[in-house]
T-cell receptor
C-alpha cells in the first residue's frame, strides 16, 4: 500500500535562507509524486509533480524537487525563501488504481522569520 | 480554464443537525471527484471518490455520505452530525490520464465546526 512520510512537522527558516522539506514514500512500483502548498484556511495548490524522466523537477514559485529512487525520497527545495512562502506543505504519492486518488503526508508547516 | 467551487466556506452546526456541502467543477467533463477531510494537525484523509454520475466509493466508514447527481457536481452530506465531524473539508477533481494518476485540483475548502 502507498504511504508518505514527512518527518518534519514544523520548520523555521530565515528569509533568504535555503530550504529543504523532506518526503519519503512507500510504493511498490514507480511512483507518481507531488508537492502541494496550503495557505491558512485555503485549498491546496500544486507546486510540482514527478511522473517520469528527469528526476529533478522544477515547479512554481522557484521550488524544485528531486526524486531519488534508492532513498525513496522526493525532497522539496528552494534556494532562497521568501516571507510569502510561509505555509503548510504536503507531499503526496499517486495511486495507480481506478480511483486515481492521492495519498498525502501529514504536512510540514513552514515559518519564515525576517 | 477549469475552476472548482465549493460552498459554504464556513459552517457552524449543532450536534445532530444535517449537513450538505456542495462542490461543482466547470470547464471539464467527466472528471473524477473527491472529498477529503483535513483534521487539525493531520494530513488529508480521502473520504469519498466518484468516477461518474451516481458512482460513489467510500474509503472509510463514517457518519457521512456523498452523492453525484450531475457530472460536475459532488455533494457531501450527513443526516446527523457528530462532534468528530468537525474539520476542514476539501473537494477536488482530476482527469484520468493515460498515465493513470494525474494531479488533483482542489477547491478552497469548507470549515465545519460541530458544537
Amino acid at each position: 500500500a502507498q504511504s508518505v512520510t514527512q518527518p518534519d512537522i514544523h520548520i523555521t527558516v530565515s528569509e533568504g535562507a535555503s530550504l529543504e522539506l523532506r518526503c519519503n514514500y512507500s510504493y511498490g512500483a514507480t511512483p507518481y509524486l507531488f508537492w502541494y502548498v496550503q495557505s491558512p484556511g485555503q485549498g491546496l495548490q500544486l507546486l510540482l509533480k514527478y511522473f517520469s524522466g528527469d528526476t529533478l523537477v522544477q515547479g512554481i514559485k522557484g521550488f524544485e524537487a528531486e526524486f531519488k529512487r534508492s532513498q525513496s525520497s522526493f525532497n522539496l527545495r528552494k534556494p532562497s525563501v521568501h516571507w510569502s512562502d510561509a505555509a503548510e506543505y504536503f507531499c503526496a504519492v499517486g495511486a495507480q488504481n481506478g480511483a486515481n486518488n492521492l495519498f498525502f503526508g501529514t504536512g510540514t508547516r513552514l515559518t519564515v522569520i525576517p | 480554464s477549469q475552476t472548482i467551487h465549493q460552498w459554504p466556506a464556513t459552517l457552524v452546526q449543532p450536534v445532530g443537525s444535517p449537513l450538505s456541502l456542495e462542490c461543482t467543477v466547470e470547464g471539464t467533463s467527466n472528471p473524477n471527484l473527491y472529498w477529503y477531510r483535513q483534521a487539525a494537525g493531520r494530513g488529508l484523509q480521502l473520504l469519498f471518490y466518484s468516477v461518474g454520475i451516481g458512482q460513489i466509493s467510500s474509503e472509510v466508514p463514517q457518519n457521512l455520505s456523498a452523492s453525484r447527481p450531475q457530472d460536475r457536481q459532488f455533494i457531501l452530506s450527513s443526516k446527523k452530525l457528530l462532534l468528530s465531524d468537525s474539520g476542514f473539508y476539501l473537494c477536488a477533481w482530476s482527469v484520468l490520464s493515460s498515465q493513470g494518476t494525474g494531479e488533483l485540483f482542489f477547491g478552497e475548502g469548507s470549515r465545519l465546526t460541530v458544537l
